[in-house]
């Protein structure tokens, strides 16, 4: 079965945001007290913001109830907010830009595929938020990566079937769920070398010899 739709997750891949999360996360276990390093952030790629704070929280001595912990969650998405504001188009390479292009004027379909709540506002801050048929975000999901939930949506948007469609990700927990959701996947970056993966880039253009 042909690939008709190309589903991309957008953090490490159409552009990143990884020094605002490991700043925002930084900022808030100082303030607990809690030690994080860059290691640690590393565990956080493609988790929910919740499940990333239970893993910051390994490293407290202390317990906390679940509504402290939705405001430790939510503080930390104000301070990434803030570092969100610093974005604009040049935090979108010439060799993303030019690869999108082309393979939209080769008949595909395009989709974000992202567990961020914040997906939206960055891409309206790098001037692409209307250039993707779809995009699927955290909103929309009651689930995070591994579970396949925001693909199939973000298929669903594109009315394709999900054998139809091919992922490209930066994370092994993307690359589980694409492969869950019966999808094709291309690792990137931290997933490359993912063994999930079907396709290993080590550039983004090399979609273009993939996607023909």
Known sequence: MSIKGLI????????????YHYLSWKKLADKLGVYF??????????VSRLESLEIILEK???????????KMAEEKNKYYQTFL??????????????TLQILRERGYKL?????????????????????????ADGTMIKYSKPHPEIFIEASKGLNIQPKECAV?????SGCIAA??????V??????????????????FKELLDIFK
């Open 8 to 19: 991309f997750d957008l953090d490490g891949v159409i552009c990143s945001t990884d020094l």
């Open 37 to 46: 390093d860059t290691e640690i952030n590393e565990r956080l790629r493609g």
């Open 60 to 70: 407290s001595n202390k317990l906390y109830t679940e509504e402290e912990k939705s």
């Open 85 to 98: 504001k610093k974005m604009t188009t040049n935090d979108v390479s010439k060799e993303v830009l030019d």
């Open 111 to 135: 989709a974000i595929g992202s567990s961020s709540k914040n997906a939206k506002i960055i891409l309206k801050q790098i001037g692409l938020i209307d250039f993707f048929d779809v995009i």
């Open 168 to 172: 490209i990700e930066d994370s092994e």
């Open 179 to 184: 492969k869950s959701a019966s999808m094709k």
């Open 186 to 203: 291309a690792g990137i970056s931290s997933a490359a070398k993912c063994i999930f993966a079907d396709y290993h880039l080590s550039e």
